[in-house]
């Protein structure tokens, strides 16, 4: 079944915007296309030169807990895999 309406009536969006304004801003956004900026060779290169992450620049988890070095990685990593397991022996 298809719906029609009759021609040159519109129908406006819940933003006030008209099907044509719609249609015409879809149009333009189908012929936009997304070009990569670099690839990932250039970016490798860009990083090595990159200088070391200050202080400030680590993740910080909800409980607190700062990611700033491979140790403190690897035990956050071993921490969810340890919750993990207990959530899969629950489910058991």
Do not use: F, K, Q
Not at 2 to 19: E, F, K, M
Not at 28 to 42: G, H
Not at 56 to 61: C, F, G, R, W
């Amino acid at each position: 079944m298809t719906l029609s309406r009759p021609r040159g009536s519109s129908v406006r969006s819940a933003y006030g915007h008209t099907d044509h304004e719609l249609g015409t801003v879809a149009s333009t956004l189908n012929v936009m296309s997304a070009e990569p900026v670099m690839t990932v060779e250039e970016l490798a290169e860009a990083l090595c030169h990159a200088p070391p992450p200050t202080p400030d620049e680590v993740t910080i988890l909800r409980d607190g807990r700062r990611i700033d070095s491979r140790e403190s990685a690897m035990a956050w990593l071993a921490d969810l895999a340890a919750e993990r397991a207990g959530a899969d022996a629950g489910d058991r």
